[in-house]
Each structure stands twice: as C-alpha cells, then as structure tokens.
C-alpha cells in the first residue's frame, strides 16, 4: 500500500457526518512515515458540480489506470487515518497531477499555506 494509490475500503461504522460505507479512497500519506498499520486517506465521492467552488474538492476524471467507474471528487475534508484492515481492494493510482492538486486541498483544510 502506497501513496497515490487508490483503494475501495470500507468505512463503517461511522459517526454523525463521516463519510461512510465502503467506498474508493486515496492513501495520501509519505511511505516512509509511521510504524502502526495504518494509512492516511482521503476519500472519494460522487461528482456534484457544485463541489467545483470547494478548494477541498478535487475532480477526479474515471480512467484505467485509476480504477474508478465515474466521475468522483476527492474529498480533503474527509481525511482520515484508518487501519489497513478497512482495505478491500487496490483499483489503481493517481499521476502525480492529481496528487499535487489533492495535497493543496489537503493544505487548505490543514490552513498549511503561507
């Protein structure tokens, strides 16, 4: 399991507004970091149009090499770490595009920018 990969896992159970079920998600964090079997994830949702105006939202196009079945929206705002016993099934990766522009929504929700 690496960063920029992309994995159904399963959610549940969850709390009030977590998102749930099982469902695509993107492992975000470095490779090298962490000890514990655990992965920091960003999950994937269906496409709104009006998710283009939240700088927490990324677009994210279906295609083979990302595995997912229709247009989906990463959602920085749901990022989490859970154990790797969540994970289903790996669907694919990202280009390094789409992790660049995940990682600056990540740095809005994280008020990291300068």
Aim: proline content about 6%; overall charge positive.
């Amino acid at each position: 399991m690496h960063r920029g990969e992309v994995w159904l896992i399963n959610l549940d159970p969850t709390v009030g507004s977590e998102i749930r079920k099982t469902r695509p998600a993107i492992i975000v964090n470095d490779d090298a970091i962490g000890i514990l079997p655990l992965k920091v994830i960003v999950p994937i949702t269906d496409w709104k149009e009006h998710y283009s105006i939240a700088p927490w939202m990324v677009r994210v196009k279906p295609d083979q090499m990302n595995g997912l079945q229709k247009l989906s929206a990463a959602d920085a705002f749901q990022v989490r770490s859970v154990s790797q016993e969540r994970f289903i099934r790996k669907l694919g990766n990202l280009p390094v595009e789409t992790m660049d522009a995940i990682g600056k929504s990540l740095a809005v929700v994280l008020s990291l920018l300068t």
